[in-house]
């Protein structure tokens, strides 16, 4: 139940309609952060489609796609991958705590050159 | 209240007579009342001079009158159109039911006509003399030693104060400014009906019809009813019927009317500003014309020529007369 | 059988193709449906005028129901897709104008659907039937 | 006022088991106009139609009601006894008592009742037939195709092997189509040209069959069986009666580098040219955008050479009106542009190539001998990747891709992986696909050859993108069963790019008033039944110009075609449905309306002189159907707000007659 409610907002969210998907992998073939994902942009799109959503939760995969949206260009079928992977990502984020990083954890990682607006866009992404 | 005067007119009017432009003017003359106007046909300056009027109560569509005249005409026709009159204008073009050529047409602005029922109305009945004063107008009646002063706002018609566009989309000259198609509520009335129940409309549009005294006067105005022989006059249609001998008014001759000019319908509201009877027909041909716009896209008839009405079209995708119903209880 | 039971009088337009050809195979199978509807031919569902719809009523019919072949598959192409544009904004103006909208129909019936074709027609009955006589469009005086 | 006859049939207990046909006969004898009725075992049956050919004598009557089973089992019948008995065919009603009344009805009452109604709405009816005479129209008896590649070669040949002259239009300076460009056909493997060029020494050869090659259709008049062509013939600047194809101008001519159109641009030819060897015609045709003689009027070494005395600068396009009384389209198909496939590197690297580029490297005859070599530089290719699905099955952006499947893709994809395999053993060959369908006839057989025998490596997955990088391309793609993503160095990237239909398929659609798809397919008839002929009576479809085909299936359906086109040459006359539409010119109002909705283009407007009760003359623009080419749905009788605009057989008067009689 708790599936179904999480596969509507997702599609909600995105605006995307999975069932379009044909399995041709496009997306999974053109994606610059493959090699980081344990869940590729394909899957995403299968997996919201077959409700399989907890994994896609709680997976890094979320936070590793680029938003470069080269799957969402490249897309025969116009499924919108990258979406679903954000759409997704806002539901983690969500969640109370389970933010993938806090502010504390900002300065430690971060150059000193760092431009303000890739830190707000940064914060924008992987917390809430 | 009107921006463009009737000397402007007139003299627009003689020099394309004089020069040779054009043959005659299709204008407008004075009845019988300051407020009873109606369409001529001017040959001369000299007519112009004596019978041409412009006033808040010109708003008779000539483009209707081109079908006929045209072709008794030699040589060109000046028609004077107001922006909706060139949506009918436009429309006809596209049914192919004049010659472009042997019409000059100019485009005048339009304020917004006045309708008589909303000045008695206020004034009462009696009117004598109507006059502007600016955005004011002046009323002289049989039981008041003073004419009142109205304002010219409360007295526009209903079509007029719903109008679509001041835009002008067809004309060989312009005068005075070019306006823009107009953001209206004019489908505000037509929703009113729909949010009703089935028997409130069916008792509100027995209340209206029911007092259709079959003058034909909605059909002689209505620039999209320029059929050649009307099927409600032609004996071979099956449906010929003259006069008002039985319930065919509420039951068919106005759904039909509706049904005919749907799509080709470009809302200019003759057929109600003509009624004697204050009948709404407008509201059913917005009817028509809302109903398609949501069901297939919007659609003006008359915003350009050679366009393709809705009922002349298809897709394979369209929704079907039942899913109307469900779209609509499912908004509610 | 009672003797005042209610009987409504249903006119139904068939295209020939699939619809006509459809009550046929209703007729083939046995598959009953009310003797209360009466089925005209036309060559496409495209055929009928408003015009129809309306004189139907006017004279007392109950209902009317279209049908014809479906979309996509019209004998001429594209009949039945005029005739779903025209209907759709016909039946929304009836309804407009307070006739109640169950009373006009239209269904798309292949020369294959007997079936469907014989359930249409007590669905339709049934409905017409529960809405009781035709007063909002009838003409007492078209009447003999 | 008619004299209407009514026969009730009993069909032995089928109808009068339900229907009291006593009551019924009895029951419609005061009908209006009726002045006879009866009713019988067998209406159908030979004494049945004695009979009603009798009355007609005897009682002198004019029309007919049968009250029998469905007018789709027994009209015709009937028909047939109204004529024998001299009363015209359309004069004969048929109220339908045995479908739609006795089997679906149990109870005697309600069905004599409904009996009974059904048979006044016929006489309703009936009493406002009229006779109606079928049109007649002559059938020219020649034949035009349009397009000379194997759909229009297979057409034409059959055409004339009937009997029949055909004329076949080519745009291009040769016949042969995308066929002669294909090096092998699968599954067979046989030489494209060795089985093409045959057949195209065949209409050469054959006395029925005149080419129009370097031709185009410009305007189509007429109707089916009496089409008016304009055909344009493009000067080609060599008069083609008199050049033998030699090919000693082609030799001379100094202006060498222009992109060759038949090897797609992969090498050049001279400005005087001949497309390849087998053409047909085989005549010179003058590019005239290359030659400097045409352009600058300094050269002329082609006309020295030419011993013939072929060449002719000053020639210019000619336009032939011929008739014809059918026409075939067989436009074809072209690969779609792979400029917005940027992801593949189409236009960075020479080395990303179409299958039909692919085709052409192949080919003995092409750029390279028939030696598979890489276009930037001639080596021989170790790894080639090939892609499928490129623009087809993609319906995200219309300007880039295809919604639909291509359909010759995967067979021609398989073909090529087998042919690289086994000629160089030592190339890896990847084939990257969505799905692999294979639906004919050893088609699946053939894949899998190419898997099994071949060792073509099939991934599951698409190429997600091509990288030139140096002397590779870099192929990112996925392996979605593996679920991993590959990195291939390719030396050679194959696009199955998707196949349209030719650009000159629309306009032509709008001059033959047929129908299109939104993807500029011609539509046919009936999907199923009538898959050869398009709704507009004497057009026919052949080939990929109305959806993508392969060589068998191209050529079962140009015979198909070619049969209907014969059994339409071969009458002498062309009867119609009399049951058309007609437009009364004295209510026409002009509108176009009827004209807009038409779906056969029967209906055409002409300028006509009313005399106006005032005495004076007035011009209008009426309507006019056209008898032969209207097939009577109705739409227009709607669509007509004077009503001007009716149908003969179900006229507005006699459809409202049926319903006044229903509804009494």
Redesign the interface.
């Known amino acids: 139940m708790n599936n179904r409610y999480l596969q509507k907002e997702i599609l909600r969210i995105s605006g995307a309609d999975v069932s379009?998907c044909?399995?041709?992998?496009?997306?999974?073939?053109?994606?610059p952060a493959?090699?980081e994902m344990e869940y590729?942009p394909?899957?995403f799109a299968n997996m919201v489609e077959s409700g399989d959503i907890e994994p896609l939760l709680n997976s890094q995969s979320l936070y590793k796609c680029l938003s470069c949206f080269?799957c969402i260009?490249?897309?025969?079928?116009?499924?919108e991958p990258a979406k679903i992977v954000e759409a997704v990502r806002l539901l983690a984020t969500r969640k109370q705590g389970a933010n993938h990083m806090t502010a504390n954890d900002v300065p430690a990682i971060v150059d000193e050159d760092t431009p303000q607006q890739l830190l707000v866009s940064a914060f924008r992404k992987y917390t809430k | 209240m009107q921006k463009i005067t009737r000397e402007q007119l007139i003299d627009k009017a003689s020099k394309l007579l004089s020069n040779g432009t054009v043959s005659c003017v299709l204008g407008w003359k004075l009845g019988d009342f300051d407020y009873d106007v109606t369409p001529a046909v001017f040959n001369t300056v000299e007519e112009l001079n004596e019978g041409f009027v412009f006033n808040d109560f010109c708003g008779a569509n000539f483009s209707k009158y081109l079908v006929a005249k045209t072709g008794k005409v030699d040589g060109k026709i000046l028609v004077f159109l107001k922006p909706c009159d060139t949506y009918s204008f436009n429309q006809l073009l596209t049914e192919h039911r004049f010659d472009r050529e042997k019409v000059y047409a100019v485009g005048i602005p339009c304020e917004g006509m006045a309708d008589i029922a909303k000045v008695k109305a206020i004034c009462g009945e009696g009117v004598l003399a109507i006059g502007t004063d600016g955005e004011k107008m002046t009323v002289a009646t049989l039981y008041s030693d003073e004419p009142a002063l109205i304002d010219a706002k409360d007295v526009l018609a209903e079509r007029c104060e719903n109008c679509k566009s001041k835009k002008h989309v067809a004309y060989d000259e312009l005068l005075g400014e070019e306006g823009d198609v107009i953001e209206s509520n004019r489908f505000d009335e037509v929703a009113k009906l729909e949010a009703m129940s089935a028997d409130e409309r069916f008792a509100f549009w027995q209340n209206e019809l029911s007092r259709c005294i079959r003058c034909n006067a909605c059909r002689d105005a209505c620039p999209a009813c320029t059929c050649e022989k009307c099927v409600f006059d032609n004996p071979t249609s099956g449906v010929e019927n003259k006069s008002p001998a039985n319930s065919f008014e509420e039951k068919l001759f106005h759904i039909i009317r509706a049904y005919h000019v749907a799509g080709r319908c470009t809302d200019c509201g003759e057929c109600s500003r003509v009624c004697p009877q204050n009948i709404p027909l407008h509201l059913l041909n917005r009817k028509f014309i809302k109903d398609m716009n949501e069901f297939y896209g919007e659609y003006q008839a008359g915003a350009e020529v050679g366009m393709r009405a809705p009922l002349v079209d298809y897709t394979t995708e369209d929704l079907e007369p039942g899913e109307v119903f469900d779209r609509r209880d499912t908004d509610a | 059988m009672q003797v005042n039971e209610y009987k409504p009088l249903i006119v139904a337009f068939c295209c020939n193709w699939c619809s006509y050809a459809g009550a046929d195979l209703a007729g083939n199978n046995r598959l009953n449906y009310p003797a209360d509807v009466k089925i005209i031919r036309v060559p496409c569902s495209c055929r009928v005028n408003p015009m129809f719809v309306l004189r139907a009523f006017q004279r007392g019919a109950d209902g009317v129901i279209i049908c014809g072949c479906h979309p996509g598959d019209c004998h001429y192409t594209s009949g039945n897709y005029y005739t779903r544009r025209r209907m759709a904004a016909l039946f929304s103006m009836l309804d407009y104008l307070g006739i109640e909208k169950e009373r006009t129909r239209v269904e798309w019936v292949s020369a294959a659907e007997g079936a469907k074709f014989a359930a249409t027609m007590n669905d339709f009955v049934e409905t017409v039937t529960a809405l009781g006589e035709n007063k909002r469009l009838e003409d007492l005086r078209c009447k003999k | 006022m008619q004299r209407v006859g009514v026969f009730v049939c009993w069909c032995g207990s089928n109808i009068a088991g339900t229907v009291d046909v006593e009551a019924v006969s009895e029951a419609l004898k005061n009908e209006p106009g009726v002045v006879f009725s009866t009713n019988y075992q067998y209406m159908c049956s030979q004494a049945g139609q004695d009979m009603i050919k009798e009355a007609v004598k005897e009682h002198n009557l004019t029309g007919i009601v049968v009250c029998s089973c469905s007018p789709r089992m027994h009209e015709a019948t009937f028909r047939k006894t109204a004529a024998a008995a001299g009363l015209n065919p359309y004069m004969v009603e048929i109220a339908n008592i045995r479908e739609q009344c006795s089997w679906v009805h149990k109870d005697i009452l309600t069905g004599t009742e409904k009996a009974i109604i059904l048979g006044k709405a016929a006489i309703a009816k009936v009493n406002l037939n009229a006779p109606l005479t079928p049109g007649e129209s002559p059938v020219t008896k020649r034949a035009l195709v349009i397009g000379g590649g194997i759909a229009g070669i297979q057409t034409a040949l059959d055409i004339a092997d009937a009997g029949f002259p055909v004329d076949i239009v080519e745009k291009k300076p040769t016949i042969g189509g995308k066929m002669a460009q294909l090096d092998k056909t699968f599954p067979t493997l046989d030489c494209a040209a060795c089985i093409l060029t045959p057949k195209m020494v065949d209409v050469a050869q054959n006395d029925k069959i005149r080419i129009f090659s370097y031709s185009e259709v410009t305007d189509v008049q007429g109707f089916v069986g009496n089409f008016e062509v304009t055909i344009k013939k493009n000067a080609r600047f060599v008069k083609e009666d008199i050049c033998t194809g030699c090919g000693a101008c082609v030799e001379k001519c100094p202006m060498k580098k222009n992109p060759n159109e038949f090897n797609l641009g992969m090498d050049n030819r001279p400005a005087i040219y001949i497309p390849f060897a087998q053409a047909v015609p085989k005549v010179a045709t003058i590019d005239p955008n290359a030659c400097t003689m045409l352009k600058k009027g300094k050269c002329g070494l082609c006309s020295k050479v030419c011993t013939a005395g072929a060449i002719d600068y000053t020639q210019k396009d000619e336009y032939l009106q011929e008739k014809y009384g059918a026409i075939v389209v067989a436009t074809g198909f072209n690969p779609i542009s792979m400029d917005k496939f940027d992801?593949f590197a189409y236009s960075q690297s020479k080395d990303v190539i179409t299958s039909l580029e692919f085709e052409r490297l192949t080919n003995a005859a092409g750029p390279s001998a028939g030696k598979l070599i890489r276009p930037s530089d001639g080596k021989h290719p170790h790894t080639i990747v090939f892609v499928q699905?490129v623009?087809s099955?993609?319906?995200?952006?219309a300007q880039k891709?295809k919604e639909y499947c291509s359909k010759i893709c995967c067979m021609y994809t398989a073909k090529h992986a087998m042919l690289t395999r086994d000629k160089y053993p030592d190339t890896e060959v990847y084939v990257?696909y969505?799905?692999v369908r294979t639906p004919g006839k050893n088609f699946d057989e053939f894949y899998r050859r190419a898997v099994e025998e071949y060792g073509v490596k099939y991934i599951?997955?698409?190429?997600?993108?091509v990288t030139p990088e140096g002397d590779k391309l870099k192929v990112?793609?996925?392996?979605?069963i593996a679920?991993k993503?590959?990195h291939i160095d390719a030396d050679l990237v194959v696009l199955a790019a998707a196949i349209e239909p030719d650009k000159s398929a629309r306009p032509l659609a709008t001059m033959l008033t047929a129908s299109m798809d939104t993807n500029d397919f011609f539509t046919e008839a009936h999907p199923k039944l009538k898959p050869v002929e398009s709704p507009t009576a004497g057009v026919f479809l052949s080939g990929a110009c109305q959806g993508p085909k392969d060589i068998p299936e191209t050529v079962s359906q140009a015979g198909a075609a070619a049969s209907k086109v014969i059994g339409l040459l071969c009458k002498d006359k062309l009867t119609g449905n009399p049951c058309v539409a007609n437009s009364n010119e004295l209510m026409c109002n002009g509108c176009s309306a009827c004209a807009n909705v038409c779906p056969y283009g029967a209906i055409s407007y002409e300028d006509k002189e009313f005399r106006m009760p005032d005495r004076t003359t007035k011009v209008r623009r009426v309507a006019s159907v056209n008898p032969a080419v209207c097939q009577g749905c109705g739409a227009c009788t709607v669509t007509c707000p004077s009503g001007a605009m009716d149908l003969k057989g179900f006229a507005n008067l006699q459809i409202m007659a049926e319903v006044d009689a229903i509804c009494k």
Do not use: W
Request: proline share 2%; with cysteine.
């Open positions: 379009k044909m399995r041709c992998g496009k997306c999974s073939g053109t994606c493959y090699d590729h394909h899957q080269a260009d490249r897309c025969p079928r116009g499924v | 992801e699905c623009g099955r993609c319906d995200a952006c891709g990257f969505i799905d599951k997955g698409m190429v997600g993108k990112q793609a996925s392996d979605l679920n993503q590959l």
